[in-house]
């Protein structure tokens, strides 16, 4: 009985691709039938594709191919559709960590196989494409028999809108562009691309698994809804294949958010990464200057051994060491093995063992390639060092694409972890072939660049620089003193609540979640730094619970000892929140609600809070007053 429906199934999957017209059109749709891409080849050759979800056309037919430096373009006349070929899948995916544990793999697949007139240019293309339940991709590959190559030539994908929506940009160490009408946009932008389509349906474009060429970078002209590729693909050749072009598609934006859709895109880990464990993380920057009791926190041995302590004892995973430990970063006779602290880091590592700490060092793009990079990430490995937070990459775009990919492969070689910061290239999914690359500074980190961000910041990079994969924003900062402070590098107060900075650590998805501020200010307030600790990852779920682009988020992950925590943040307006708990299994839960304090506000009463505890079940919901800028912590333990 199985198999006579199997065969009804693909019988109906494989009656979607038949031509319905001359123009030879292919149709795949997603397993749950929500999204459908059509490719249509046109009688002078052109290729085009579109897309529909839930029965609307987000995208009308949008030119593909490539084009030589003549403008000679690919597919073109004379090009015909000599075979197409479907698949079904429906696999699970089970990474090393992640925003939970078990990630179903389902999709449809649709190959294109095209051929050219035999001229001296490329004359064989395939078009690789899959529908999942959350989007579509596609991508470009020429096979095995193609015996000519193609420099230097750009790509004609584009993005023809159907209607003037609204989006939002990454836009590197600054604010989001955005709200901005498509109309509006004029220049280039870079992903990742959030597209309100309508009160329910929401879009994000970007791309995976990006082996050659530049990263993703889209160009639009006013007036217009309609974008397109102009980021350079590299030789086509033999072999070459492009990136995934991404659309993700949901309901909420809460959707693009929770979506898996880009580490699918990419290959599984090769080697055992068993030894990656992601976690919480304090970190030495900020810290610098602070004044507590009589001590003056540094970046030094020191303090770095107050952070140690603290971090084992609260069960906090990493201490993070940045910039100048070996020397002045950017000076080129800094050697990052030898210089300065280095005998002081060595013993740090060997303290940190001991307490159960590990020590990620930092390394400037100066001495990272000034010495070989193989000696010096081996030295780390071999030293004990738990990963590396890698600044001020140089090149071209491409360029620090393939820098990025060979350090995070030198380091999963010794047993690493990485962060890259300081306009890192945008993740494409690495973390599922690489579970070491935990996270990048993909964002408008929190204290960064002698700015700070305003709330309707992070509400809005978390529905659009998140959707991209793990980044570091370092939130959590307890000091929130209105004037400015003794630290060093970064005294400017925080526009932000206690509350809320709490929150967002939990709500930011990264592998190394890393907290800015003094072991003093986060004994401060035991209710946030249980909230803290109780991050334990890797998680065994997460789930976007509610939110508006620009306007709040609500974020529910499980810890893998079984606990729930749930954060919430809101922009510079004041909210009231009703979050069911029908996430939870049966049974009743102990409900610790830790929210903002009678009048407190961003800029003017940061640090005032309240706790409660409640016995409540899955069935009740947890009401909750959000300050302006503000949010709230809430832990569920199973009674």
């Known amino acids: 009985m199985k198999r006579f429906f199997y065969l009804i199934f693909l019988s109906f999957l494989l009656n979607s691709f038949q031509d319905v017209s001359s123009q030879q059109i292919k149709k795949l749709q997603s397993p749950d039938g929500n999204q459908a891409v059509t490719f249509q080849m046109a009688q002078n050759g052109s290729l085009t594709y579109s897309l529909t979800a839930w029965k609307q056309t987000v995208i009308k037919a949008s030119p593909l191919g490539y084009a030589n430096e003549k403008k000679e373009q690919m597919p073109s006349s004379g090009w015909v559709l000599k075979n197409s070929d479907t698949r079904a899948v429906n696999a699970v995916w089970k990474p090393v960590w992640g925003k939970r544990s078990v990630v179903k793999d389902e999709y449809n697949e649709l190959y294109l196989d ?86 329910n349906l929401y879009l994000a474009v970007h791309e995976a698994f990006l082996e050659s060429g530049d990263p993703l970078v889209l160009q639009s002209q006013k007036g217009n809804t309609a974008f397109a590729v102009i980021s350079k693909p590299g030789t086509l050749q033999s072999g070459y294949h492009s990136a995934w072009r991404t659309v993700l598609c949901g309901k909420t ?29 304090v970190w030495d920057w900020r810290i610098d200057g602070a004044i507590v009791d009589g001590f003056t926190y540094g970046m030094n041995y020191p303090s770095w051994i107050r952070m140690v302590d603290f971090a084992a004892e609260n069960n906090i995973r ?21 210089g300065d602290k280095a005998s002081d880091v060595r013993k740090l590592i060997q303290y940190g063992k001991e307490k159960g700490v590990g020590i990620w060092l930092y390394l400037n793009d100066v001495g990272g390639r000034k010495f070989p990079i193989e000696e010096t990430l081996k030295q780390y490995g071999d030293w004990g060092a738990a990963g590396i ?55 408008h980190a929190q204290l960064d660049a002698h700015r700070v961000f305003v709330p309707s910041t992070f509400v809005t990079s978390v529905f659009v620089n998140m959707v991209a994969g793990p980044i570091d924003m370092n939130n959590g900062m307890f000091d929130l003193r209105q004037g400015k402070t003794t630290r060093v590098d970064e005294n400017q107060p925080v526009p932000s609540t206690l509350v809320s900075e709490a929150a967002r650590t939990l709500i930011v998805f990264s592998g190394a979640t890393i907290i800015p501020d003094i072991p003093e200010y986060y004994r401060k307030y035991p ?100 300050a302006p800028g503000g949010g709230a912590c809430i832990l569920i333990t199973k009674t």
């Open 114 to 199: 095209l051929t050219g007139p035999g001229s001296e240019g490329i004359n064989h293309l395939r078009i690789e494409a899959r529908v999942y339940n959350d989007g579509i991709a596609f991508r470009y590959i020429i096979p095995a028999e193609e015996k000519n190559s193609l420099a230097a030539a750009s790509e004609l994908t584009e993005y023809h809108f159907a209607g003037d929506y609204t989006a939002w940009f990454y836009n590197g160490e600054n604010a989001n562009i955005g709200p901005e009408k498509l109309s509006d946009t004029d220049g280039k932008r870079f992903p990742v691309m959030t597209v309100k389509a309508a009160n």
């Open 527 to 626: 209710d946030l730094l249980k909230f803290i600790a109780s991050q334990k990852m890797p998680w065994l779920e997460s789930k976007t619970l509610a939110g508006e682009i620009g306007q709040y988020i609500v974020m529910a992950r499980q810890a893998n000892d079984g606990k729930w925590l749930v954060g919430a943040a809101t922009n510079e307006s004041a909210r009231e929140l009703d979050i069911p708990l029908s996430f939870l299994k049966q049974g009743k839960y102990k409900i610790t609600i830790v929210q903002d304090g009678e009048n407190a506000h961003y800029l003017t009463n940061r640090e005032v809070l309240r706790t409660d505890t409640k016995i409540l079940k899955a069935s009740d919901k947890v009401h909750v007053k959000l």
């Open 253 to 281: 934006p809460g959707t693009l958010v929770d979506s898996h859709l880009i580490e699918l895109l990419n290959p599984d880990p090769q080697g055992d990464f068993s030894w990656v464990k992601p976690g919480v993380a």
């Open 389 to 443: 937070k890698y600044g001020f990459m140089r090149g071209t775009p491409a360029e620090k694409n393939l820098w990025t990919k060979k350090i995070t492969g030198l380091c999963a070689q010794n047993h690493l972890l990485c962060d890259f910061h300081d306009g890192p290239v945008h993740p494409y999914g690495q973390m599922r072939t690489f579970p070491n690359a935990v996270t990048r500074e993909f964002c």
């Open 318 to 338: 990493y201490l993070v060491l940045d910039a100048n430990w070996y020397g002045p970063e950017h000076q080129a006779e800094s050697d990052p093995v030898k």
